[in-house]
């Protein structure tokens, strides 16, 4: 069975209702991106696609999953990573003329951009990020994958080249049924602010950073 059927026998894992609306050129500092935009008729959340290149010939694309941090990835918060991660994402995907960056609208690891601004303040009072969200009373990561499965197959891709550090998405995407067929790392941004953020993403969350023992 190919990755493509894969793909559209797992989609019984809930199928997301998206429906595909329209696409255009995006120029971009690194290259023009074509940028597709998706509705999700239940949430009522946009969700993109921003591709380079022919992402459709059966061949592993390099791929980030994104979820949205309006502060990181707009506001330039250098509590977080996401915002150089997105850039550097792009960045790669420009040199090597081919790849996507899937732009979730997960703010917050899912718990929405309020309940981050009041998980912030919990850590401006000393909570880390999964103690932050849990004394919100959500887990430490609401995030699901499977909204990238029919944004796949519009686009038809086959198999992913992903850059993450976090192995529980690797995970979550091949449990959906999407072959991931490289793990690429992705660590950017390393500052005095993020430094706690990103031992409980180590320590809490399992992705895979280098040790910084002597900060």
């Not at 023009?32 to 992402?55: I, N, P, R």
């Not at 791929?63 to 941090?69: D, G, L, P, T, Y």
């Not at 309006?70 to 790669?92: H, M, N, P, V, Y």
């Not at 790392?185 to 430094?195: A, D, S, T, W, Y």
Request: hydrophobic letters at 40%; aromatic letters at 6%; a neutral charge.
């Amino acid at each position: 069975m190919s990755s493509q059927e894969n793909i559209e026998a797992d989609v019984v894992i809930p199928e997301e209702n998206l429906e595909f609306v329209s696409s255009c050129a995006l120029p971009m500092p690194w290259a023009t991106f074509q940028l597709h935009a998706f509705v999700d008729h239940v949430s009522g959340k946009e969700h993109l696609a921003l591709v380079l290149g022919d992402v459709g010939n059966g061949e592993p694309v390099l791929a980030r999953v994104h979820s949205e941090c309006l502060t990181g990835d707009a506001l330039f918060s250098q509590r977080c990573d996401c915002g150089a991660q997105l850039e550097a994402a792009l960045k790669r995907i420009a040199k090597e003329k081919r790849g996507v960056v899937f732009y979730l609208r997960q703010e917050g690891r899912g718990i929405g951009l309020l309940n981050k601004v009041r998980a912030y303040h919990l850590q401006d009072g000393g909570a880390d990020t999964v103690e932050a969200n849990q004394q919100l009373g959500f887990p430490a990561d609401m995030r699901r994958y499977t909204i990238v499965l029919p944004m796949l197959r519009h686009l038809g891709i086959n198999a992913l080249r992903l850059m993450t550090n976090n192995p529980r998405k690797v995970n979550a995407l091949q449990e959906c049924g999407v072959e991931v067929v490289e793990r690429m790392p992705l660590v950017e941004n390393r500052n005095p602010f993020n430094i706690r953020y990103l031992r409980t993403k180590a320590t809490k969350l399992g992705h895979l950073l280098p040790s910084h023992d002597n900060d």
